[in-house]
């Protein structure tokens, strides 16, 4: 059970009993005789409460305090929260009866939910997009929830078993690329390569089909043109209708037009800028261009037994979201868990 000091239905309801009219200021004198004044809005819960600190009736906002209530603060839009009581405290106080279920005020709560973003970047808050989805409504410089949490984690799990299934397909194409001309030695070095990394491509194509990256790109130049055709067209087939994969002069881009598109100039054609900016980390889904920003720190994805599958430059201030959802990547493709490390400068996690 939790008690709401601040809600306004409970402030207003006590505050009526005991303050005059609205316009009148209201004078009174603390335990030490010291006089206050006020306004309805300003004057703490306590100080308007008929109620001495010794008193034996006090009723039960005023005995739920642990401290002289002349000297507390509540006030509507104090900024004071909630704090939790125990049923049997809550019960002997006459607030619950024996066997009632208590109903949770969240829904009140979350009418009224929403921030700023105006400082988020636009790669930021397209992580908050790809966390909360259709849960959230960005209008400008402000985010408002709008619920829907039921539908919501339905949503993620069909996702999740879709993406299972497109990272499971897509390594297999990529697994069926072989070398370029090459000699044999060379060669079956380089296959041994493109095994190593035919998980985080797959992870990341699959993140980018689902919404939460919004460029993909690799140099594959070293394998054979033929094959990575063949393979960037059985992509395409897999992953959803708008997100684009292209292969083109040995690069394999996979993309989001509608993610790109919020980082890219809108006066100017959407490909050439993806090509310009096909190794810049922001528009891979890592917040940084290591090129232009030296300012960032290493971030590590592991997987459950402690190897390390996937690392990236991150910035340090929000190195958290981006290590939070690129390891999401991983546990949605995958199925299994994985986890995030920041190192610090120093060497220290």
Known sequence: LQYFLPDFTLVSSLLL???????????????????LQGSRTRLPIAMVLPYGPQATTRPPICQLFRYDPIALGYDFGSGVWVRDVLRGEAMRLGLVNLGQRMQPNADRFQER????????????????????????????????WKGGVAEHEAAVENRRQSVGQQFAGIKSDLGGVRPGDLGAEEAGRIEEVAR??????????????????????????????EDLSRAGASIQKRIPAGVVARFEDGHLYVYNPDLVGRLADPRKPLWP??????????????????????????????????????????PEQTAHLYGAARAQDWIEATGRPHTYTIHRPGGGP
């Open 196 to 225: 190593e990394f035919q998980p985080p491509w797959a992870a990341q194509i699959s993140a980018v089909a689902a919404g939460r990256k919004p460029l993909f790109h690799e140099d594959l130049g070293f394998l054979d043109p």
């Open 273 to 314: 800028q993806i090509v310009a900016h096909r190794d810049d980390g922001k528009w891979l889904g890592y917040g940084v261009n290591w090129f232009e920003d030296p300012a960032f720190v290493r971030v590590t994805i592991s997987d459950a037994g402690g190897a390390t599958v996937f690392a990236f430059g991150a």
């Open 17 to 35: 009993q005991s303050l005059p009219e609205s316009g009148h200021s209201l004078k009174s004198k603390n335990a030490a005789g010291n006089r």
């Open 113 to 144: 939910l929403e921030s700023t973003v105006k400082d988020l970047a636009p790669q930021l808050r397209n992580v908050l997009k790809e966390h909360f989805g259709d849960q959230i409504e960005i209008d400008g410089d402000v985010v408002r």
